[in-house]
């Protein structure tokens, strides 16, 4: 899997650091019992994912295959497995 390359992109970056704060910050008044801020901080890692999705449209995601490439992609594969 290390060389798709999956997930290393800033749009992926960038999505999972503002979910993982949002979840960061839901754990700490999961634990303070403020109700509040606990659905402040899932507010925020569902912002994480729509902006993570925002920056995939604008072209920071991973590019999409061509037919081109995944014709050449399936035929790699066959020689390896012959």
């Not at 993982?20 to 402040?40: K, P, R, S, T, Y």
């Amino acid at each position: 899997m290390a060389g798709s390359s999956h997930g290393h992109t800033p749009a992926a970056w960038t999505g999972v650091i503002i979910s993982f704060i949002g979840f960061c910050v839901a754990g700490v008044f999961m634990v303070a019992a403020n109700v509040v801020g606990f659905w402040a901080g899932m507010a925020v890692v569902l912002i994480g994912g729509i902006v993570g999705l925002a920056m995939k449209a604008a072209g920071l995601g991973m590019p999409k295959e061509s037919a081109e490439m995944a014709q050449a992609r399936a035929r790699a594969a066959q020689a390896q497995v012959s």
